[in-house]
């Protein structure tokens, strides 16, 4: 019994040698994979297949172009957001202060609802005239990296409420509303 035992155990190891890489290749694989593991921790570039170093530079390149595309959209879109808000602070200010002195509220002069409004939306007006003109330089650097279509939806949202702005900054100079 004790022969059959040994004999079993060994052909159960036979089998499963079988089945796995030999010694040094074995050993090769696992070089490999603890050497791109250590240069992926470190931050070290690895080489892709079939490329050579000017393909990978022009690759790289055109990420970088895509990331600063993207940070300068997420601007603007910073720039809107603070805008919208001045915007639409002034002219409420400039409602709610013209219906209080209409209600026989007294300020301390009979300008100030205009004055405040138009100081808010007048603000506003200027952060996105000024993010706009920031966006506009920015994707002009860009084209000389890649190809960029001026359509892009944050512009067009900035260059709608720039005019929006101005025309709420002028309707409360002319009391329009």
Known sequence: MAGMHEGG???AQASEGESRTSG???????????SSFLAWMVGEPVQAAGKTSDELA???TAMAAARTLMAADRTLMAWLRTSLSMLSFGFTIYKVL????????????????????LFLAGMGT???IMGTIEY??????????????????????ALIMSVTGMTLFFSIIMRIF
Do not use: C, H, Y
């Open 98 to 117: 013209q219906a209080f002195q209409q209600g026989g509220g007294i300020l301390p002069k009979s300008d100030t609802p205009r004055n405040v409004g």
């Open 58 to 60: 022009a690759d790289r």
């Open 136 to 157: 506009w330089q920015t994707l002009r650097e860009l084209r000389q990296f890649r190809e960029i279509r001026l359509a892009r939806p944050p512009f067009v949202m």
């Open 126 to 128: 200027v952060a996105i």
């Open 9 to 11: 155990a060994s052909g």
């Open 24 to 34: 040094p290749e074995k050993r090769g694989i696992l070089t490999r994979a603890r």
